[in-house]
């Protein structure tokens, strides 16, 4: 039986939920059945170490996404996969308008965010016109499927919704070898948040919040970094944040996870937050944001989490207070993940999607 040649399409392999999910995919993908490639506009990144040895890397070596287009395209022509899966935004809005020209190639794309909340710019949107050129379109959760459809005509046999995967193998590794931070003090609560420094992640209403905190023995341990760094570490100076830390971006955010009271997930808006499927992964409470992209899918009220409007800072402090002064058991928070978005269930979902493309 001859493979399934798929190249998987990607900016690169940085440590973020987009590569993670697609690292994964491919790495899981069975080999008897398919022959997976991931093109990367430029070949770099922490998940690069992650990737099985018989994954090719296509490096077009392309710093911008839209001088990638043409250099897409060539290697799609010259290799005629059966099956193109675009995992990033703004490549897959591009790309839609140039799939009729390879008629024998299945083209699928996943979306990794609410469209309408994430993609302003005009001339990306107008893409989004061409969107039903694709055979198959997966979104991650329902907010992001109604989105699709509601405000974007896609026809509903299109989409696909599949969960996120949790890598219970790769973070138990990764925990085993975790010790408590430093930076977390005695006789203190330590509550972690975790993303891109950018407006999308909340992290100014967070900082809102804390300031209501002040004279509480909790501190706030941030992780990541992004285009708001100088403004956020500006907010918590005007406000006198003391017992919040900006870590930066960590090589192993589980071992903050791992010692963690609370985790905090403050975004405006999410696609299917991996971090908050992997907190729950290490036993850690999570309070979420109300916002869209799936957080009421993640969350079992009470199980291994809750959810607040975290535009209210006072009552979003108080809740805080609330959640620190209880327990909570961990064996329970991780099966809660486990049983929905093990890596198992979820890869299984992935071949079926490509092998009924192909029937």
């Known amino acids: 039986m001859k493979k399934i040649s798929v190249i998987f399409i990607l900016p690169d392999l940085e440590t973020g939920g987009a590569e993670r999910i697609v690292t994964t995919i491919a790495n899981h993908l069975s080999r008897d059945r398919f022959e997976p490639k991931i093109l990367l506009l430029r070949k770099k990144g922490g998940y690069l170490n992650f990737l099985e040895k018989d994954v090719e890397i296509i490096d077009i070596n392309t710093e911008r996404i839209r001088h990638s287009l043409k250099p897409i395209l060539r290697e799609i022509y010259r290799r005629k996969p059966d099956i193109v899966f675009s995992g990033f935004g703004e490549v897959n809005a591009y790309l839609s308008l140039f799939i009729k020209l390879f008629p024998r190639t299945k083209f699928i794309a996943r979306e990794t965010n609410v469209v309408s909340e994430h993609v302003t710019r005009k001339e ?96 706030l341990h941030i992780l990541g970094d992004g285009q708001d760094r100088e403004i956020l570490h500006q907010m918590k100076d005007f406000l006198g944040l003391k017992h919040v830390v900006f870590h930066g971006r960590q090589e192993n955010p589980y071992q903050f996870l791992k010692f963690a009271d609370l985790f905090i997930l403050s975004s405006r808006y999410e696609g299917f937050p991996n971090v908050l499927l992997e907190a729950g992964a290490c036993g850690t409470y999570s309070l979420a944001n109300n916002c869209p992209g799936g957080i009421n899918e993640i969350i079992q009220d009470n199980t291994n989490g809750e959810i607040a ?9 108080e809740k805080i207070l609330t959640i620190l002064q209880r327990s909570y058991d961990r ?21 079926k999607v490509l092998m009924d493309l192909m029937k």
């Open 124 to 219: 990306i949107k107008f893409f989004y016109n061409f969107y039903n050129n694709y055979q198959r379109i997966i979104a991650q959760s329902d907010d992001m499927k109604k989105d699709l459809i509601d405000n974007f005509n896609i026809r509903h046999n299109k989409i696909v919704k599949i969960n996120n995967p949790v890598d219970f193998d790769f973070i138990n590794a990764k925990l085993e070898t975790s010790t408590k931070p430093e930076s977390f003090k005695y006789n203190y609560k330590n509550v972690v948040a975790i993303g891109n420094l950018s407006a999308r992640k909340g992290f100014d209403n967070l900082l809102k919040v804390f300031s209501r905190l002040k004279n509480e023995n909790v501190i």
């Open 309 to 317: 409007d975290i535009e209210n800072h006072e009552d979003f402090a």
């Open 331 to 351: 064996d329970s928070i991780k099966n809660s993940i486990k049983s929905r978005f093990s890596k198992n269930i979820i890869l299984d979902k992935y071949e």
